[in-house]
């Protein structure tokens, strides 16, 4: 299996809205809508933001969305705070059990 | 509320086997919820899945890792183990531990601080 491709960076001002898009193929992310999004501050763990495609966990702002279409799922962040900065992390189910996740995002908020 | 928390050696010498231990507290293992997940990043670097065990000790492992990879759990203990032999510098990563859903869910929702691993002779 084959790291999902994501985006090294993006960024944007306070305020503005941004997507990052995570690619795999019709193995994993095309075949289940199991993708999830990992938000990770330097130094710290991954934390939890998105699971199953779009939904999110208790307590995560729903300035944070997620969707899919065909092979490629994004993660959406609205009115973007300076608290957002951080890498961004995608994962999908890839059959037999096995995960994959993708090579990360660099979000930086200008 | 259940944490999770990474134990063992954080040098280990080229060709030698990493052990690491992860301790479940606040919750059982036992649980039919869950799997439990070991995740490396190496430094500067992205995630990497390396496998996963239910209380049952059904593993699945990363593809490109299986031939020197075992988990185990000790469920009396309250714990799970990784174990990847014949290290080289390449395996030198930051390890967590992590919860993960069963049920065809396969997300992880809970995280341990991670443990930094440096293979150097």
């Known amino acids: 299996q084959s790291a999902l491709t994501q985006p090294a960076s993006v960024s944007a001002s306070p305020g503005q809205s941004i997507t990052i898009s995570c690619t795999g193929t019709?193995?994993?992310?095309?075949?289940?809508?199991?993708v999830s999004w990992y938000q990770q501050h330097p130094g710290k763990a991954p934390k939890l933001m998105i699971y199953?495609?779009?939904k999110r966990p208790s307590g995560i702002s729903n300035r944070f969305s997620g969707s899919k279409s065909g092979n490629t799922a994004s993660l959406t962040i609205s009115g973007l705070q300076a608290e957002d900065e951080g890498d961004y992390y995608c994962c999908s189910y890839a059959g037999s059990g096995s995960v994959v996740f993708g090579g990360g995002t660099k979000l930086t908020v200008l | 509320q259940l944490q999770l928390q990474e134990s063992g050696p954080g040098l280990v010498k080229p060709s030698e086997t990493l052990s690491l231990t992860c301790t479940v507290s606040g919750g059982s293992i036992s649980s039919s919820d869950y799997f439990w997940g070991w995740i490396r990043q190496p430094p500067g670097k992205g995630l990497e899945w390396i496998g996963s065990?239910?209380?049952?000790?059904?593993?699945f492992y990363n593809p490109s890792l299986k031939s020197r990879v075992t988990i185990s759990v000790d469920t009396s203990k309250n714990q799970f183990s990784l174990k990847l032999t014949s290290v080289t510098a390449a395996d030198t990563a930051v390890y967590y531990c992590?919860?993960?859903?069963?049920?065809?869910?396969?997300?992880?929702?809970?995280w341990g601080r991670g443990t930094l691993v440096t293979v150097s002779s």
């Open positions: 992590a919860r993960q859903l069963s049920g065809f869910r396969w997300y992880f929702d809970l």
């Open positions: 199953e495609g779009s």
């Open positions: 019709s193995s994993d992310v095309g075949s289940y809508n199991l």
């Open positions: 065990i239910y209380f049952s000790g059904t593993t």
